[in-house]
């Protein structure tokens, strides 16, 4: 079964902290994340990318897994993600490619790859943090981008997602801007 964080009872108060709502309603804690109507998508593969019999529906709120760009300095072969949008297929140009928005999850390499690059200005202190972590430990961001929908791999369950990452439950990647970057826990939102 998919992960949908906008259902889960421990990632609930990531919607709250993406709009500043306390409302327990999942269309008014999704609706400020997206301004249309989106529709569910459906994947035929599992994590490993191989063929499975019937198919997974992912709609807004699932945990997704991407192919991350080419000009990425991760070293990831997959990118994890909420998913927060989808174009309606009506609104799509005849030549245009189908978009969606995601809100990505962090894992510890991706940080450590954006410092090393040089992305992040505040670093001394997430080095520090992230120093004992284990490699698979990730952390919901509040960066979010527009990817064509078939740049997505599959929604994975939560078997699959548990296999490949550790997903924070207390603390959150918030990018302050100008190359700015923290750790914040949910209670301080």
């Known amino acids: 079964m998919p992960l949908n964080l906008a259902k889960h009872r421990f990632y609930r108060h990531f ?3 993406l709009n500043g709502s306390s409302t327990s309603c999942r269309q008014e804690l999704i609706r400020p994340l997206y301004s249309e109507p989106s529709g569910a998508i459906a994947f035929r593969v599992d994590a490993d990318r191989e063929k499975i019999n019937g198919i997974r529906i992912c709609e807004i709120g699932c945990v997704i897994m991407a192919k991350p760009p080419r000009e990425t300095t991760s070293k990831s072969k997959v990118w994890f993600g909420v998913l927060t949008w989808v174009e ?3 609104d799509v140009p005849v030549q245009g490619a189908r978009m969606c928005k995601v ?3 962090m894992t510890k390499a991706d940080l450590m790859a954006d410092i090393e690059a040089g992305d992040f200005v505040n ?11 284990p490699e698979t430990r990730a952390w919901l961001a509040n960066g979010s981008s527009y990817v064509p929908l078939s740049s997505l791999i ?3 369950t939560v078997e699959e997602i548990n296999d490949r990452i550790d997903l924070s439950r207390s603390v959150r990647v918030q990018f302050t801007g100008y190359g700015g970057v923290e750790l914040v826990k949910y209670d301080d939102l």
């Open 15 to 17: 919607w709250y902290s």
């Open 88 to 90: 309606p297929k009506e």
């Open 103 to 105: 809100c990505w999850i």
């Open 123 to 133: 670093t001394q202190d997430m080095r520090w943090f992230l120093r004992y972590k």
């Open 154 to 156: 599959t929604v994975p």
